[in-house]
């Protein structure tokens, strides 16, 4: 899925409907925004903890502090919504 946006004067930008309607988007929903390898990645944050169990697998190093947990998702979600590519294997309109 692919969608265009333009940046406001004031630096805001409005998510297309169907981008929204895709990810369960709602008045009132709070987006992370990051940077990976120079795009950006917005990532809902309206998931509850528990749609998150097991994501990461068990750590490789043990018990991980909560900083490096956040870190880990985060890198985790930016980079699966980078390398996303569409189904039939074309190009989006990103």
Not at 68 to 87: C, N, S
Request: proline content about 6%.
């Amino acid at each position: 899925m692919g969608a265009y946006a333009s940046l406001t004067s004031k630096g805001q930008l409005t998510i297309p409907k169907d981008v929204r309607d895709a990810l369960s988007l709602k008045t009132g929903d709070m987006i992370a925004w990051t940077v990976v390898d120079g795009n950006l990645v917005g990532t809902p944050r309206n998931l509850d903890f528990a749609d998150l169990a097991g994501f990461l697998g068990n750590p490789p190093d043990g018990p991980a502090s909560l900083e490096e947990i956040d870190a880990a998702v985060q890198d985790a979600v930016g980079r699966h919504v980078v390398e996303d590519k569409p189904e039939n294997g074309q190009e989006g309109d990103a």
